[in-house]
């Protein structure tokens, strides 16, 4: 999906249900631009869409 130019986040299905505020911060940051780095840790993953050379 990464390399078609499609971004890719994923939460755990615990995090959402329990700590959903925390997930749409996230996801506003994310469609802000505050986050546009590679983001891989033990709760959240994120890999922005790879830019055409």
């Known amino acids: 999906m990464n390399a078609n130019g499609w971004s890719v986040v994923r ?8 700590e959903r505020e925390a997930v749409l911060d996230t996801l506003i940051a994310i469609l ?18 790879e830019r055409p050379a």
């Open 11 to 18: 939460f755990w299905n615990a995090d959402v249900l329990r």
């Open 32 to 49: 802000d631009g505050r986050i546009n780095q590679v983001v891989l840790s033990c709760d959240l993953t994120y890999l922005p869409a």
